[in-house]
């Protein structure tokens, strides 16, 4: 407790000073506070027959994330954020947090060469280096998006970016000749550190180089290699997982409509130094991709073809940890059951997510993400997609198509393949432009489908199904004051098989599931936008989970929720 009071005490005298080098410009200020109070109760059935749980609980938080930017000269940035936290209920610091969220620093050698230490953040191709969106948060009514952005913002989810700690550099030149710019960049980064008696220290080093031609040429080079330094432990087996992307694309224009072909590759290893009975395997991948833009939208069509054994953990670690347990009543019914995973805790619950690269593929629920639960990386795919965005049909109505079709390279436990189809649509009508209303009146719906099937004899057969239909309104009642309301149902059907790997990655075991499921979410309340970053919303949520194999594990919920959001 004298600790916390130390951090305030020297906060603010040191508030002071900082304030005076804010004039001379030496010191500037951003940041994120946040002040959320949700109140849940159980609902239904199990309201009735739980004599366990809580009828209800609530919690809350006011989180201030202040980041001070100090510029000691003009080519050197050093960033530090900190955040306090005080949750309901505590007062004259109890139950307050005061910890350093980041620490970085970062400059410009000779104007040339740039740098950055300590907290980065780092992407590369969707092979080497991405983090890719969570699962059924494509094509989101927006009237969610205060949710999305609250757990992005806590698991440091930002444009698909990593977030680890190293040091990155890059530079770029122009040239004159055939070569119009070079751009180079090289990281290196921290993936776990050294543990007691545990595992060694855990590596990731990466480099980028692209060169653009002057008849609109652009090659790519990208190289990731994340290693276990044997030095660091007591141990005698070391991980090693190098992988590299080559891309070529072209830019032209077609009868006034510019267009865009990428060609990539790329090759994986992955083994163990140290270990015979580890096996060494080697996978590839290919990908194509042609882009066209015109007034009325972009189209986007690509083959994509992944091996079985291509790895990647800067590319295949997933977001969602299924295994985490829910902040939400993770416990229920007079059994005292673990709740499990749910879309309520996909939407709403940063704390079941991952923010560390995994060395091996994390497990996933065929539920909520079957065709692609590691991405456009996931391996043993071979098939097409289609995807048209920002489609105008008319200056009211809107349009986002999105379609995939993939079968497995080799079967799994059988020669027959499975065969995936993932097709998503939303579409945003305004109303006030319809009508020609003074205020905004926005409808928007969405679709996500996915299928998975496979042939043969009754204990090998596939065929499972999964959609989630989501809609929402918003409602101008005064300037930037909306009322607003959502809904998202989702069922599942069919059998699919899940497998057990050991601890190379190898599969050892399936075990044949069977999905009946629906899951409804609705919310309807008040938001205002003060300005884009900053606004307000008070609202009532309804959830029900409902497995119809178990309908004792019905579960209900409804909750109270206000959010005051403000970007700095």
Do not use: C
Not at 126 to 149: A, G, H, I, M, W
Not at 204 to 221: C, F, H, K, P, T
Request: net charge neutral; hydrophobic share 35%.
């Amino acid at each position: 407790m004298k600790k916390i009071y130390l951090y305030y005490l020297l906060f603010l005298m040191l508030f002071p000073v900082l304030a005076q080098s804010q004039v001379k410009s030496k010191l500037w200020y951003d940041g994120n506070s946040r002040v959320i109070l949700n109140r849940d109760a159980l609902e239904g059935t199990l309201k009735d027959i739980d004599t366990v749980s809580t009828r209800s609980n609530g919690g809350g938080s006011t989180v201030l994330d202040l980041g001070f930017h100090f510029t000691p000269v003009d080519d050197i940035e050093i960033f530090s954020e900190i955040r306090l936290k005080n949750d309901f209920g505590g007062m004259w610091g109890n139950k307050s947090v005061v910890e350093l969220r980041r620490l970085s620093a970062k400059g410009i050698v000779n104007n040339k060469i740039a740098f950055s230490i300590g907290d980065i953040y780092l992407k590369q191709t969707k092979f080497t280096l991405y983090n890719y969106e969570q699962e059924l948060s494509q094509y989101e009514p927006s009237v969610f998006k205060f949710y999305r952005d609250y757990v992005n913002y806590e698991n440091y989810y930002q444009s698909n970016y990593w977030r680890l700690q190293g040091v990155q550099t890059n530079f770029s030149y122009n040239m004159y000749n055939f070569i119009e710019q070079l751009d180079f960049d090289a990281f290196t980064a921290r993936i776990r550190g050294l543990e007691w008696l545990g595992k060694p220290e855990l590596l990731m080093l990466g480099s980028s180089a692209v060169v653009r031609l002057s008849n609109n040429i652009i090659l790519g080079y990208h190289y990731v290699n994340t290693f276990e330094v044997l030095s660091s432990s007591n141990g005698s087996i070391a991980y090693y997982n190098p992988v590299l992307n080559t891309q070529l694309s072209y830019s032209g224009l077609l009868k006034n409509i510019p267009y865009k072909i990428l060609l990539e590759g790329g090759l994986s290893k992955r083994g163990w130094e140290g270990d015979s009975l580890a096996p060494e395997i080697k996978g590839y991948f290919t990908n194509a991709t042609l882009k066209a833009k015109s007034k009325k939208g972009e189209i986007n069509l690509g083959f994509r073809y992944v091996d079985t054994d291509f790895r990647s953990i800067g590319a295949q670690t997933r977001r969602i940890e299924y295994n985490n347990t829910t902040t939400t009543y993770p416990y229920y019914s007079n059994n005292y059951s673990q709740r499990k995973v749910s879309l309520l805790d996909m939407i709403s619950d940063p704390n079941i997510y991952n923010q560390n690269l995994s060395t091996s593929l994390m497990n996933y629920n065929p539920m909520y993400s079957s065709v692609s639960p590691y991405g456009d990386a996931t391996p043993n795919r071979v098939g097409v997609t289609l995807e048209i965005d920002n489609l105008n049909l008319t200056n009211f109505l809107s349009a986002k198509i999105q379609s995939q079709y993939f079968s497995e390279v080799i079967g799994q436990g059988t020669i027959q393949k499975r065969n995936f189809n993932k097709s998503a649509l939303h579409s945003s009508l305004s109303l006030d432009k319809l009508l020609s209303l003074n205020k905004t009146f926005i409808l928007e719906g969405s679709i996500n489908l996915e299928t998975v099937n496979r042939s043969g004899s009754d204990f090998e057969k596939i065929n499972f199904s999964s959609v989630l239909y989501s809609g929402s309104i918003s409602f101008e009642l005064i300037k930037n004051l909306k009322l607003i309301a959502g809904a998202k149902v989702f069922y599942t059907d069919g059998n699919e098989f899940i497998t057990e790997r050991d601890n190379y990655d190898q599969i050892i075991d399936y075990s044949n599931i069977n999905y009946l499921n629906k899951e409804t979410i609705f919310i309807a309340g008040l938001q205002h936008q003060f300005t884009d970053d900053i606004y307000f919303t008070m609202q009532y949520n309804q959830f029900n989970v409902l497995d119809k194999t178990n309908v004792y594990d019905e579960f209900s919920l409804s909750r109270i929720i206000f959010m005051f959001n403000m970007n700095l």
